[in-house]
């Protein structure tokens, strides 16, 4: 029996939806009612995973994708199918004939999903880990002008300052689509003021900044997360965290 969708989401309306897949006590939450929702190919998947908390976290970023997916459009969780384009993207598949598009991120646990109505996202989350080798990465990652900003910062705040550029540049491609397929070193997202970010593209782009809205998504405090989607003109767009609790 199909239950009736009960979220609204205007096309201007940017919904987030945010779930982790580890309890207050750390160990991976039941995945039963969760796993019941994949599709087989996604079972298949999860069950490729050597470590119990990569499988909590594929299966519970699947499970949230599908039961959110329910609150707006009269399909049941088990029953959307995706699609993806050639960087791997996915997308509602066309023959559902539903005009939502959507991005996940998942890091360490933690699960997030953007929604919209006929509107490019792409969402970030990175857990600030111990393990991220700095040097390396600040090369193969950050513009000129972002490692510029990063010099002038005491050291103690570069890992920060790098998971800040990181999760927004990921945001945008994702939202693109193209992933890491995009020059990355020819995004910029510079902080002037210290706190509100400003992308800055190249020509290799192909784009223009005002294109696309980004902000910092809160979450918790050992976490960095950005979203990043598609406008035309200078329209508003409204931004709203959802709990998936009350699925
Ligand atoms: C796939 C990619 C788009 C994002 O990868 P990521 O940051 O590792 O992973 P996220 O959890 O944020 O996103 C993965 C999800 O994005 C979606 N996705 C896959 N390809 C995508 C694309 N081209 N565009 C947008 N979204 C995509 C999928 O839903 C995927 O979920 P799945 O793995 O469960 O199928 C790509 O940029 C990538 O491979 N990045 C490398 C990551 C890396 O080097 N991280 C170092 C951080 S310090």
């Known amino acids: 029996m199909n239950r009736a969708p009960h979220v609204t989401l205007s096309r201007t309306d940017v919904h987030l939806w945010i779930a982790s897949s580890v309890g207050p006590d750390g160990e991976p939450r039941s995945l039963r009612e969760h796993e019941a929702v994949l599709s087989p190919e996604e079972r298949n998947r999860a069950d490729q995973f050597y470590f119990m908390r990569d499988r909590a976290q594929f299966v519970m970023a699947r499970s949230l994708l599908r039961r959110c997916l329910s609150q707006y459009v009269d399909i049941e969780p088990a029953q959307w199918e995706f699609e993806f384009n050639k960087y791997g993207k996915p997308a509602v598949h066309h023959r559902l004939g539903v005009d939502l598009d959507f991005n996940l991120s998942h890091s360490r646990g933690m699960c997030m999903l953007g929604v919209t109505r006929e509107r490019p996202i792409g969402v970030d989350v990175e857990k600030r880990d111990a393990r991220i080798s700095l040097p390396d990465l600040i090369h193969q990652v950050m513009s000129e002008p972002e490692i510029d900003e990063l010099r002038r910062l005491p050291a103690r705040a570069w890992k920060s300052r790098f998971l800040d550029v990181w999760v927004f540049k990921e945001a945008y491609v994702k939202a693109r689509g193209q992933g890491i397929s995009l020059p ?50 200078s329209e508003a767009l409204t931004l709203v965290i959802r709990e998936p609790d009350q699925l």
């Open 184 to 233: 990355l070193q020819d995004i910029s997202f510079l902080f002037p003021d210290g706190r509100t970010p400003e992308l800055v593209l190249k020509p290799s782009l192909a784009d223009r900044p005002d294109n696309w809205i980004y902000d910092f998504i809160k979450v918790p405090a050992d976490f960095h997360a950005a979203v990043c989607i598609g406008r035309r003109r």
